[in-house]
């Protein structure tokens, strides 16, 4: 399963230059993180350790929302859905191991982003954190990528994923709480971003970063890695359905 998620990564995920993948992922993160913490700043919102470790969660997303969606979506763009959906093979484990590739891209992401951040703001972490913080970031990032799978899911039925993963991370940014603390969000805002990824690792690693300890955060990480099981069965169950009803349809290549 793992194997099959790393060949479909290298396959599919078009990282054709180093340049791409670090302007994208690697760049592009950090700047935003510096935008928000300036922004922050000047509006007396919160400190820096907030969008520092706030930011740092939400940079894993693009890797996992976009690497999901594309995982399912791809194939049907290509023209290789149809061998996959021939293959002996269970089609949701080898869907579901592709979120792996995805979640380790995400960590990465995520760890460079806290760095850099961290040390062009002048912050320092407690050392015993660290560890912690990696779990909080693992947990959140696979939870993104099973989210990625369940709007994936929905390629088989709609024609541009694009637009659904870019209002997906969008959403993220504004639901989660990694940059407007969630005492100043409305309470509708609030019961929705509980539901989605990132929302409980990012307050997870907040604890972690403010040397609560692990125990402190654990209550967090727990409700993250079942938020990434729901999108899992979720993801599942959506890739089962509309594999069944593209089928009848005779739709599954259709763009």
Known sequence: MAIGGVLAYRALFNWTRPAIFVGTLLVGPLFQLLFFAYLGRQLQVADDRFYVVGNAVLAATLAGVFGGTLAVGNERRYGTLGHVLLSPRSRTAVFLGRALPY????????????????????LRFPVGAIPGLLLAMAVGSLACAFFGLTLGALGLRFRDVWVVSNVAVALLLLLTGVNVPSTALPGWMVKIGEFLPITHAASAARDLAAGHGLAAAAPALGREALVGLGYAILAAVLLKVFETESRRTASLETL
């Open 103 to 122: 979640a380790g891209n995400g960590v990465l992401i995520a760890v460079v982003t806290m760095t850099v951040g961290a040390t062009l703001l002048g």
